[in-house]
């Protein structure tokens, strides 16, 4: 434990914390240098020059684009995870392995044995975990491991939709298929870009794949349409779909492991003029076990949601365009009902995650399986929560009303443009105006804006026009939550790292416009229910909108000016 010994004698660790670390290195069987990263005693570069003075092994500082991807490939992929080490460059005949760990005895054996076995020399150096990072993923890139499919699916006699579509039939087809190898990389990657959506697309010319992350569309990947049929193919046999059917669109899911993660995917395929796009919702559990914080609900808002789910019934309607997070939001609520003494039940079209504990329901609606007929069922089934996927007619919306009048918990989405606009919308439908009071208990609309990457934004003082917008949004701000505009004003901006991905952003947070039944709406419903007068109205109560919750948000760090401007002007 020489590293611990020195960092002691130089003062970084206390007696208490070396005898600690030691203890936690038995029982944990970790390294000395993962207890040091972790706990953050140096920073990485200090760590590995002193393991390299110490182990009088030369540490090699890494310029990923010099290291071309033949001689990376010269140690296979799993030795490289396993025992921490790459090849990286050439001194003169020898090929250089940079290795984490050189003083461990069995990736120095391993590294013999590969030497031997393909017959190269080497000289060996230190790297830093951080660089061994980089190599791999630079390794793993989406576009050098789809070239060394499509090369491997050259080779192959019959690679083709025809013997792959008969593979399929028999079982026969294998794991170490260059089409299941290129399929499992377009998902691989997709899941460490943390994408939500992947769009295969044929075109004229070629096939384009596109990654949605943090809500915008981003080309990945440009392959020939030679393999648009297989890919097409491969995925409809793992979405348990009819692989002879391009006709009409078709929908599936399916589940794969990639790392250590069981994910599922949702896959609709759509026919085109140039054949047939496929699209893949990423369905990653932790997404929906969001709480109401990560959400991006705080402060009045969250107090509000917290009250009105306490309440035995009532309607909690959401609205908010495709991909708002509406969902999400509901299964957030969901968790926090989920109990034994309470019988929870849904309708959905589709199915987005599994919830343990709660009773799904799939809409079917080409057999007569409707949001409406599921749930007259729903009603003969005891529950206390129902969440019915959309109120999309006056039949389901009637039902809804119904089953909160008569001491229910009703979760649904309704389309509006606002959460005011779903008072007028109910009414549109044909409910009674005074049944809305006593039944609609809470109403939330929400759009999403990416957060910023909290490793590389930065503080810059704001363009004289982004400065009028925040000070006119705060000027008309509720007098309950009225904030003082900041002298001098500061905002946050995207910059861009390896962190990233050089967007500046990382991950994506709701902006919540939340308006609660009170005595003074319930009158102006039942009298005068009009659009503009219930929003003022609201906004007296101390309603934020979405634009005003987005300035919290800005102010705060969060987000960018640009983001609430782009989020809340696709109104």
């Known amino acids: 434990m020489k590293l611990l010994q020195e960092l002691f004698a130089q003062g970084y660790l206390t007696e208490q914390m070396l005898n600690d670390?030691?203890?936690?290195?038995?029982?944990?069987?970790?390294?000395?240098e993962d207890l040091i990263l972790s706990n953050n005693i140096v920073a990485e570069s200090f760590l590995f020059e002193l393991k390299s003075k110490i182990n009088n092994v030369l540490l090699k500082k890494i310029d990923i684009d010099q290291v071309s991807s033949e001689i990376l490939s010269l140690i296979p992929e799993e030795s490289s995870?396993?025992?921490?080490?790459?090849?990286i460059g050439k001194n003169g005949n020898a090929v250089l392995i940079g290795m984490v760990y050189p003083e461990d005895i069995s990736a120095q054996s391993a590294l013999r044995f590969l030497a031997s076995q393909e017959k190269f020399s080497y000289q060996v150096c230190l790297i830093t975990p951080g660089d061994l990072v980089k190599l791999l993923k630079k390794r793993m890139d989406i576009s050098s491991e789809a070239?060394?499919?499509?090369?491997?699916?050259?080779?192959?006699?019959?690679?083709?939709?025809?013997?792959?579509?008969?593979?399929?039939?028999?079982?026969?087809?294998?794991?170490?298929?260059?089409?299941?190898?290129?399929?499992m990389a377009i998902l691989r990657h997709a899941i460490e870009?943390?994408?939500?959506?992947?769009?295969?697309?044929?075109?004229?010319?070629?096939?384009?794949?596109?990654?949605?992350?943090?809500?915008?569309?981003?080309p990945s990947l440009s392959l020939p349409?030679?393999?648009?049929?297989?890919?097409?193919a491969r995925i409809k046999i793992l979405a348990g779909m009819?692989?002879?059917?391009?006709?009409?669109p078709q929908d599936g899911r399916f589940s794969t492991k990639i790392g250590d993660k069981d994910i599922d995917f949702r896959v609709a395929t759509f026919p085109t003029l140039n054949g047939e796009k496929i699209e893949l919702r990423v369905l990653d559990v932790a997404t929906a076990m969001k709480t109401f914080e990560e959400l991006g609900l705080?402060?009045?808002?969250?107090?509000?949601?917290?009250?009105?789910i306490k309440k035995p019934y009532g309607m909690i309607l959401f609205t908010g365009p495709t991909g708002s997070g509406k969902t999400t939001t509901q299964y957030a609520i969901l968790r926090v009902l989920n109990k034994d003494s309470v019988n929870i039940v849904t309708l959905e079209d589709p199915i987005e995650y599994s919830i343990s504990g709660v009773n799904q329901s799939q809409v079917k609606t080409e057999i007569g399986y409707t949001f409406a007929n599921g749930l007259r069922q729903i009603l003969r089934q005891d529950p206390n929560v129902i969440m019915v996927g959309e109120i999309r007619d006056e039949e389901t919306a009637g039902l809804a009303v119904n089953a909160a009048l008569t001491g229910h918990i009703v979760l649904s989405t309704l389309h509006t443009n606002s959460s005011v606009g779903v008072v007028p919308r109910l009414i549109d439908m044909e409910v009674r105006p005074f049944l809305i009071p006593s039944t609609l208990k809470l109403v939330i609309s929400q759009r999403l804006v990416r957060t910023l990457c909290e490793k590389c934004k930065v503080k810059i003082k704001p363009a004289e026009k982004v400065r009028n917008y925040i000070a006119e949004k705060i000027k008309g701000m509720p007098d309950s939550v009225k904030i003082d505009l900041p002298d001098p004003l500061l905002v946050w901006q995207a910059k861009g790292c390896e962190a990233c991905n050089s967007t500046g952003y990382a991950g994506r947070v709701g902006l919540f416009e939340v308006l609660a039944m009170s005595e003074e709406l319930a009158d102006l419903i039942e009298k005068t229910p009009s659009e503009s007068l219930i929003f003022k109205a609201a906004q007296k109560e101390g309603m934020l909108t979405m634009e005003q919750e987005g300035i919290i948000k800005i102010l705060s760090g969060q987000t960018t000016p640009e983001e609430v401007a782009r989020a809340t002007e696709e109104n």
């Open 21 to 32: 670390f030691k203890k936690q290195i038995e029982k944990s069987g970790k390294t000395e």
């Open 81 to 87: 995870i396993n025992y921490k080490m790459a090849a």
């Open 147 to 183: 070239n060394k499919a499509l090369e491997e699916f050259g080779k192959e006699k019959g690679s083709n939709f025809d013997d792959l579509e008969k593979q399929a039939a028999t079982g026969s087809i294998t794991e170490d298929a260059p089409i299941i190898k290129m399929v």
């Open 193 to 218: 870009a943390h994408a939500s959506d992947i769009h295969i697309e044929p075109g004229r010319e070629k096939l384009t794949v596109r990654f949605r992350i943090n809500g915008l569309l981003n």
């Open 225 to 232: 349409l030679k393999v648009h049929l297989a890919i097409i």
């Open 242 to 248: 009819k692989i002879d059917e391009n006709r009409i």
């Open 298 to 308: 705080e402060g009045r808002n969250l107090e509000i949601v917290q009250s009105a």
